[in-house]
């Protein structure tokens, strides 16, 4: 018998488009969280959204199942997938103390890579800026948005700033926590109240993580973003 083979699979492959496939709808599903139209506790039928999505019910049914081990979604007994209720003010102060673990640990072994890493952190902030901008535009004095177009493009710029230093870590096993937590920071902010924000707090608290790479204190990047991640718990939790 002739022995299995270990080629990597061609991009072409079925089990690649498959892959693509459900990671498309993933992030279909994971918008419709974001956006407002399924709140904490809504049903989603597999069949209605395989419809809505034009595909059929198994990437979808692959995706919730992926969606339930993050936590976004629950599966009910005979019942389907609801989305999950908001975290506990418990489960707020366990997500924050993991991120300050994670993150804090990040930010020492980023420092090695400071000269690489700081420009790269200056056009992130600029695109964070521009996106709380955008925000206050749209949401200022009697404006109302029409859709939560803005605060996606807002809370994935804010991301990005602090994937961009846990990336400059340079370890793969911290690079697959940051994406694990992520999942777990969309699902708090499924439950932001719409009409406050502490936008200005989080450039400010930003502008000082930046503006501690670019010191070249040693020991001030990490105050820096252990002052913004127990603010943003703080907030958070008040908001709750």
Do not use: C
């Not at 049903?43 to 395989?50: C, F, Q, T, V």
């Not at 924050?96 to 952190?121: C, K, N, S, W, Y």
């Amino acid at each position: 018998m002739s022995p299995k083979s270990t080629h990597p699979q061609s991009p072409n492959s079925p089990l690649v488009a498959r892959r693509a496939l459900r990671d498309g709808v993933y992030d279909a599903i994971l918008e419709k969280l974001l956006d407002g139209s399924t709140p904490p506790g809504s049903s989603l039928g597999i069949d209605s959204l395989a419809r809505e999505l034009g595909v059929s019910p198994t990437p979808v049914r692959e995706a919730l199942v992926q969606m339930e081990h993050t936590g976004l979604v629950n599966r009910v007994a005979l019942k389907g997938y609801k989305v999950a209720p908001p975290l506990s003010p418990e489960q707020v102060t366990e997500l924050f103390d993991a991120r300050i673990m994670l993150e804090l640990g990040a930010v020492e072994r980023a420092l090695a890579h400071a000269d690489d890493l700081v420009p790269e952190l200056r056009a992130a902030h600029a695109r964070h800026v521009l996106a709380a901008h955008r925000v206050r535009k749209l949401r200022g004095g009697d404006a109302t948005a029409t859709d939560n177009s803005d605060l996606r493009e807002y809370f994935a710029a804010d991301w990005a700033f602090h994937l961009l230093i846990i990336q400059a870590a340079q370890n793969r096993f911290m690079a697959a926590m940051a994406e694990s937590l992520s999942a777990h920071v969309h699902r708090m902010r499924q439950t932001v109240d719409h009409g406050t924000f502490d936008i200005d707090q989080a450039i400010a608290e930003h502008t000082a993580i930046l503006a501690a790479f670019e010191s070249g204190d040693p020991e001030a990047p990490a105050r820096a973003m252990r002052t913004h991640l127990e603010g943003v718990e703080r907030r958070s939790l008040d908001d709750a």
